[in-house]
């Protein structure tokens, strides 16, 4: 890659707001480095670094309709019994008391979320909650397309849809299941209902779709679209090893043989951004990466995600959980339930471990934490 091309990689991995740390212990507010009392209901969702956790993170089921090998171990995985699931109430009500507390995103994953009955249900309800301002959702996009009107109708806001290939006979071979074309309505369905732009979420493995990154891109040149590569992340199960993963920097020389190096432009990210935000010159949409594995992004994180089963990880790599499930089924009081979650924030550590331990720290596999 050309020097130019290097030195604008190098400015894109740099966070564009870094959380003020108070070493005095004190949390302080990034946006007005003025100190938040600890007993106060705004310090609840703070970290010990500065870290505002916004945005919520909801598993509504473990059950798929697809395979796919990064995702679901090759043996499958042993299912939470019903009655040990959040039923649709309780996943409401936790919103509401998070919304109280100051969240104001919520995206809902599973599993594949449409295979719960009671979806729409549930997003029309969490529109009703005051202070939720975004509601969405990533889907696999097999049964979307049918459901897609009255998820919009519903409050759904925002929309990410998973497909790792754009040929038929290797999605099934990732997936292990039939569904392509089905994914592929979904997605024009979307961009029917203006969702802009719809986010297509593509997880990178070498030797399986590696040459098909300038494809996706070129799958952005005439619509409103934003194609999300994906480093591929250890779970359990998914058999992950560096020989798998294709790099940030890797991807980027791949486009930059394929584009003219002028034509690559970098956007502005937003403050906590996951993705490195790209377009090609006079392409509609637009391309970025998610750098999990080789630029970690921890020093903005302000996610925070509720399993299927009820457990807060405040880390989607760390393996400490708090059961919320068992908290408010024992009729916590909301004292209590507020200190419950604002300890586990703030054991939240300053970044996950590097590559060179990640793959070796026990963690549930990806389909049983929620995307």
Request: glycine share 6%; charged share 30%; with cysteine.
């Amino acid at each position: 890659m050309s020097k130019n091309l290097i030195s604008r990689l190098n400015a894109a991995t740099a966070s564009s707001v870094k959380p003020k740390i108070n070493y005095l212990g004190q949390i302080s507010d990034p946006a007005t480095n003025q100190v938040i009392k600890n007993n106060s209901k705004k310090s609840v969702l703070y970290d010990l670094f500065g870290r505002k956790h916004n945005y919520l993170r909801v598993s509504l089921t473990e059950r798929c309709n697809l395979r796919c090998t990064y995702c679901m171990p090759e043996e499958g995985v042993k299912l939470t019994p019903n009655e040990k699931l959040l039923t649709g109430s309780e996943i409401v009500n936790l919103i509401n008391f998070f919304a109280r507390l100051g969240v104001n995103k919520v995206r809902f994953t599973g599993g594949e979320p449409l295979v719960r009955k009671d979806c729409v249900d549930i997003i029309r309800e969490v529109g009703k909650i005051e202070g939720i301002k975004k509601i969405a959702m990533t889907s696999n996009g097999i049964v979307l397309s049918k459901k897609i009107k009255d998820l919009k109708e519903a409050g759904l806001n925002q929309l990410n849809i998973s497909l790792d290939t754009l040929e038929e006979k290797k999605f099934e071979f990732v997936a292990k299941r039939k569904g392509w074309s089905k994914v592929m309505n979904s997605i024009q369905a979307a961009i029917d209902l203006d969702y802009s732009p719809l986010k297509i979420n593509c997880v990178v493995m070498k030797g399986i779709n590696d040459d098909e990154i300038t494809n996706f891109i070129e799958f952005t040149k005439d619509k409103n679209i934003d194609v999300r590569f994906i480093e591929y992340m250890p779970f359990d199960g998914n058999k992950w090893n560096t020989k798998k993963m294709v790099s940030f920097r890797e991807m980027m020389k791949i486009i930059a043989q394929k584009y003219p190096i002028e034509s690559i432009q970098k956007l502005q990210d937003d403050p906590n951004d996951t993705s490195k935000a790209f377009k090609i010159e006079n392409y509609k949409g637009q391309f970025g990466f998610i750098t999990s594995m080789s630029e970690h992004f921890c020093s903005t994180c302000n996610r925070i995600r509720l399993t299927a089963d009820g457990n807060l990880k405040v880390c989607l790599f760390g393996n400490s959980e708090v059961s919320l499930r068992d908290a408010i089924r024992s009729n916590m009081n909301d004292e209590d339930l507020e200190e419950l979650i604002s300890s586990a924030i703030k054991r939240k550590k300053e970044k996950h471990a590097g590559l060179d331990i990640l793959p070796s720290l026990k963690n549930r596999p990806m389909i049983l934490i929620g995307g």
